[in-house]
């Protein structure tokens, strides 16, 4: 079982938009794999959009699951977690858990599995901060337990799944961490904006203590990781996203996705092992009204492709572009193919 997860210090650059298209593109191209998304982003974006989205009552479906006891999320399997931080409680039935998005979005193909996102994780993160600050005998870290909580989950499920795609959030709040910690493989939008350019020096420093101030490295999350024998997940694409077709060669958007070029070269040159190969840089497009209307409609571009260009959203009719939509195709069809 390969396990990513959509990740970067900043919002707003796309990542979980990104995250619904490479899901779904590679379930439309990968049939006989067996998928589970799992979304660890309170907003839960990507859960509506993979339940439904806007045109086809997402949110109201994704309530549904928030109602069932236990609620059918990772809501519902933290609040379990919280009451037996240390262990996976007995008889814990990860089914319970999980849902086919297929069930209410026929756009979504039938070899997708779902762990919702909940709002209620932003509550519970404050009990799971709690546990990972207490003490336990024999020197034993429980921040550490708390980082393997869904690492534990996906190994009830390993046998049933090929691939394990994750979103989140771009805090580094601890149940990001917990994301972070069960995956293997990153994949980490970028803008062209400085911020950025920050954000990938942050992740970097959050999650491999990268340049990091010696009086915050005992206790950082790299650290602990190490010290509790759990492998740290390697960055296997930087995706310089929403690029637009007027970023010419001279232009201060380029001069800043350059920037990016040279701060992961010289990363590389030091420390190769954060890396799953030496070419982790791709490029996506500005997915611009195709994109609206793929995500209200919560369809992939391939399946966009293979109806009429007129779409009518909330009674206004909009048409699309053949041609962008291949692009757009052919964007996301390069990141499915590094997968």
Known sequence: MEKYIFWNNKGGTGK????????????????????????????????????????????NHLSTLHSNTPRKSIGGYFDKRILSPYYLPAGLNPADFIVTPAAFN?????????????????????????????????????????????????????????????????????????????????????????????????????????????????????????????????????????????????????AVLQSIDTIIAQVQRTNSGFFTSGNVIEEVRDYQTTGVIAFAEAKSFNKLLTEPLVHTINGNPTTLNRGYIQQNKADVDVIVGRL
């Not at 899901?23 to 990507?46: F, M, R, T, W």
């Not at 709690?130 to 869904?150: E, K, R």
């Not at 910690?181 to 950025?196: C, G, L, N, Q, T």
């Open 16 to 59: 979980t938009s990104l995250c619904f298209q490479c899901v779904v593109g590679y379930a439309e191209s990968h049939p006989d794999k067996h998928i589970l998304v799992v979304d660890l982003c309170p907003q839960a974006n990507l859960s509506e959009l993979m339940l439904g989205g806007l045109m086809g009552n997402g949110s």
């Open 106 to 254: 026929a756009n979504i193909p039938g070899n997708v599995d779902l762990i919702a996102g909940d709002s209620i994780v932003e509550l519970q993160a404050t009990y799971m901060s709690s546990i990972a600050n207490g003490t336990l005998p024999n020197g034993q870290s429980p921040y550490a337990y708390v980082l393997c909580w869904l690492k534990e989950l996906l190994q009830l499920v390993s046998e049933e799944y090929d691939f394990v795609f994750i979103d989140s959030n771009p805090s580094f709040s601890l149940y990001t961490q917990v994301a972070i910690a069960a995956s293997e493989k990153i994949i980490a939008p970028v803008m062209a904006d400085d911020s950025s350019r920050r954000a990938l020096l942050n992740l970097l420093a959050l999650i491999y203590g990268y340049l990091i101030p010696a009086a915050y490295a005992a206790n950082n999350f790299n650290t602990v990781m190490t010290q509790a024998g759990l492998p740290l997940p390697k960055i296997h694409l930087i995706v310089k996203n929403r690029i637009t077709q007027y970023m010419g060669s001279a232009s201060g958007y380029r």
